[in-house]
């Protein structure tokens, strides 16, 4: 077998076991997560050291925060859902469960707000009034479409986050309910 062969190989194994070691963190209740990247230098394409981890500059988390949440076409992660389901919550979910598409509580794009306190956080936030009476509402999603609507669909719209409330909120005519996402790059 040829020695480059073999040398091919080792590296291969070499980064699949190096890159696939790099933890993505996440905090114990799953609400914050944490962007990673590697750099492996090469030389003669002969890997110098281990491949390590590098810094996400401050500009580079709010450059990720503005792609994520403030982006002026239609990928923008902004738009939330409320609904009215007992599935529970999958992330292999593309679109909410139990969607509400009545009642004063249609799909909506959120207020964008940049957290000015904090490097590459952002929050999403939208306040709704029922205009029916007994409405129940226990899940919230949001989603990367300017318009959701009733018609969002797995091919024009994509849930990014979803979560079912801890306890359902019955509305009546009238009555507010504010849900704000918020969402952070470290």
């Not at 110098?48 to 709010?62: R, S, V, W, Y």
């Amino acid at each position: 077998m040829n020695k480059n062969y073999i040398i091919a190989a080792i590296l291969i194994a070499f980064l699949s076991v190096t890159i696939y070691s790099f933890p993505v963190k996440t905090s114990e209740d799953n609400s914050k997560i944490a962007f990673h990247s590697a750099v492996c230098i090469y030389k003669n394409d002969e890997l110098i050291g281990p491949c390590t981890h590098n810094t996400m500059m401050n500009a580079g988390l709010n450059w990720t925060r503005e792609l994520i949440g403030n982006a002026a076409t239609s990928g923008a992660i902004k738009n939330i859902v409320l609904g009215n389901t007992t599935t529970a919550e999958s992330a292999t979910a593309t679109t909410l469960a139990g969607q509400i598409n009545d009642c004063g509580l249609e799909p909506s794009t959120g207020t964008y707000t940049v957290i000015t306190t904090s490097t590459g956080n952002f929050s999403t936030s939208k306040v709704w009034t029922s205009s029916c009476d007994s409405e129940i509402v226990n899940t919230t999603a949001l989603y990367n479409i300017s318009a959701p609507g009733a018609s969002c669909t797995a091919t024009n719209c994509t849930m990014f986050a979803g979560k079912n409330f801890a306890a359902p909120v019955t509305l009546q005519i009238g009555d507010q309910l504010n849900v704000t996402w918020y969402v952070w790059v470290s």
